[in-house]
């Protein structure tokens, strides 16, 4: 099929779960024989070698500049105004790169540019890639007292947004099945984040470094602060001799840069219409020396072959959690919070902590009894193999001509 797959986030370099969604998804799409050309609207002014990274894994590439002047407004309650988001004469582009291509199918990225749906042709399958749910979101991010970053909508207005695609991709089951209820129909699929599986079979002698991957948003921040908080009042009671690895671009957020260049990035976020300035109110936490902050990496195999552990630490949020679904195609130990294990089938009580507490506690009882990271890699395997599987078939069915047929 000829795919038009239409995405406010590039899928080069990886540096973010949503990213790395799509750069998967992009991947199998051409290895299933299928034409993609890829529409990015550059919202965060890629490099030239970022472009590039792109054009070579697709089959067109087309890079749209951003409307600086699209300013997102939300109302009284903190709700996004209804397509307020959206780009003046986008769905007329894209009605004519329809046509110009031969375009079959359309994968539209985020709810929130689902308009440009209603000027493409009829009989262009039309798909959303919803990544998560939005109704209420900021409502969530305030109870956790996170600072307000991201799309919030309520449940009517997801319906009405919702309602413009032929098929709705949802990252898990209780996704799926909400998204069909608002919709009043059956066009929500699970469609999750899956890559192909890199078991690494490492050999385990005991629980030396433990890690944890967190990019540079506000929910990331607040995981690790909280984790790593509770984990210094554990440690000063009880020490034990690990290490503990963060890695990714949250450490810019912990450790922001003098003053000159933190001013800059704060613009830079003033500029995306973030909220989120860069203060280092809490790099005191990090300041210990069994705490490595290494910042972003270019090969993310390098982390887990670093790690003999490692942790998901996140307590709320819909969606599936990429860094979950990554650690297990690895193939090495995880635990996790109840909340970072979702859509994903595993019943070890080491996937279910209720929280962040019992979290360290498992911590401790494999440091003493360190065969237990033997048991949870192949834990990991095991789970992955299930859920890959799956995974996979439900994407591909997508685009079975027999399957499902554009309205």
């Known amino acids: 099929m000829n795919i038009l797959y239409f995405s406010p986030v590039p899928f080069e370099p990886v540096r973010h779960g949503n990213i ?33 990274a792109m054009s070579s894994l697709v089959t067109k590439l087309e890079v749209l500049p951003c409307n600086r002047k699209v300013t997102p407004q939300k109302n009284v309650q903190g709700y996004d105004i209804f397509d307020s988001y959206y780009q003046d004469k986008l769905g007329e582009y894209i009605a004519n790169f329809c046509k110009m291509y031969n375009i079959e199918a359309i ?59 032929d098929i709705i991709w949802a990252r898990r089951d209780e996704e799926t099945e909400y998204f069909n209820k608002i919709t009043n129909s059956n066009k929500a699929v699970t469609v999750t984040h899956f890559e192909p599986e890199k078991f690494l079979h490492k050999k385990y002698a005991k629980l030396k470094t433990i890690g944890i991957l967190a990019s540079n ?19 000063k009671k009880e020490p034990i001799d690990i290490e503990l690895m963060i890695t990714g671009q949250v450490k810019i957020m912990i450790l922001p840069p003098k003053k000159p260049l933190r001013r800059l990035s704060n613009f830079y976020y003033k500029v995306l219409g973030r909220k989120d300035k860069i ?22 195999a390098d982390f887990y072959n670093n790690v003999d552990l490692v942790l998901i630490p996140i307590t709320f949020g819909t969606g599936i959690n990429v860094k979950m679904v990554e650690a297990m195609a690895y193939g090495v130990p995880v635990i ?72």
Not at 217 to 235: D, H
């Open 217 to 235: 948003n506000q929910v990331n921040y607040k995981m690790v602060c909280n984790f790593v908080g509770k984990l210094n009042k554990r440690m």
């Open 279 to 300: 203060k280092g109110e809490d790099a005191h936490l990090f300041y210990k020396d069994y705490i490595n902050l290494t910042g972003p990496i270019d090969d993310i």
């Open 20 to 52: 790395s969604t799509i750069n998967q998804y992009v991947r199998r799409l051409m290895h299933k024989g299928h034409s993609v050309y890829f529409v990015y609207l550059d919202q965060s002014c890629c490099s030239i070698s970022d472009i590039a």
């Open 107 to 165: 994968i539209c990225t985020y709810i929130w540019y689902s308009k440009l749906l209603e000027y493409v042709p009829k009989n262009v399958l039309k798909i959303i890639d919803t990544h998560d749910k939005m109704t209420d979101r900021h409502l969530a991010l305030k109870e956790n007292h996170i600072i307000d970053e991201m799309f919030s909508c309520t449940e009517e207005d997801e319906a009405k947004y919702l309602n413009r695609a």
């Open 336 to 407: 996790s919070t109840e909340c970072g294990i979702k859509g994903m089938d595993s019943t070890s009580v080491y996937h279910h902590c209720k929280d962040i507490d019992s979290l360290i506690d498992k911590i401790y009882e494999i440091c003493k009894n360190p065969a237990l990271l033997r048991e949870l890699a192949q834990k990991s395997e095991e789970c992955y193999t299930k859920f890959l599987d799956k995974a996979m078939e439900n994407f591909d069915k997508t685009f079975e001509r027999n399957v499902y047929a554009a309205k």
